[in-house]
């Protein structure tokens, strides 16, 4: 039985899930084994160790909600405000639908093993950087580091939220999603600056 089988390894992520989103975030990896009819060391023996496990996990889930988010960041026709509603919309729509797997890696695993919460973090940060190049390329921040800074800002902020949220289910959605967008117009509304040359009073480049 080979440790590098993607079919098998696909196998028991699936069980995982499966376990997790039944019995919650704290769920025993015995648990996870039992569930994917094998024992623990054998369970280990596919993915190195729990921190292997972790980590296949969070490639698989991580990487499938940056994947759901990006056409809605770059979905043709739509301005930024639509586009960040758009977004901010399926990503609450997609942690609260998986809420234990959610709590599972964001809260245990990245708490039990600074190698996952160095991996998440990882993920988390490349979509920031994602986000910033789009900023700039479209030019809706004034220049290349300050669409970096709100790229990152804009992921961390709606991730925050997303976390708080999910502990406060009865806040409506909608307040939630419409918050978050008024606070990305106000940071990509044209600011305005006065020159130090002449006193002029002039507008920033962003755009929404």
């Known amino acids: 039985m080979s440790g590098r089988d993607p079919d098998r390894r696909r196998a028991l992520l699936d069980a995982a899930d499966r376990v997790i989103l039944a019995q919650g975030p704290e769920v025993s990896m015995a648990a996870i084994a039992a569930e994917a009819g094998i024992t623990k060391p054998i369970l280990y023996r596919h993915f190195g160790d729990k921190s292997g496990l972790y980590q296949a996990l969070a490639d698989r889930h991580v990487r499938t909600v940056i994947a759901r988010l990006r056409p809605e960041l770059v979905a043709p026709g739509a301005d930024l405000r639509g586009r960040a509603r758009a977004t901010i919309g399926v990503y609450l729509d997609l942690i609260s639908a998986n809420r234990n797997l959610y709590r599972f890696l964001f809260h245990r695993a990245s708490a039990e093993d600074s190698r996952i919460r160095s991996h998440m973090t990882a993920l988390v940060r490349g979509l920031g950087e994602e986000l910033g190049g789009l ?74």
Do not use: C, Y
Request: charged share 20%; proline share 7%.
């Open 135 to 208: 900023l700039a390329g479209e030019r809706a921040a004034p220049d290349p580091v300050r669409a970096q800074v709100l790229g990152h800002a804009f992921v961390g902020m709606v991730q925050t939220t997303g976390d708080w949220w999910l502990e406060h289910p009865e806040v409506d959605r909608v307040q939630v999603v419409e918050g978050l967008v008024d606070v990305i117009a106000a940071a990509l509304a044209p600011q305005a600056a006065v020159s130090p040359r002449n006193g002029r009073v002039s507008r920033a480049a962003g755009r929404i």
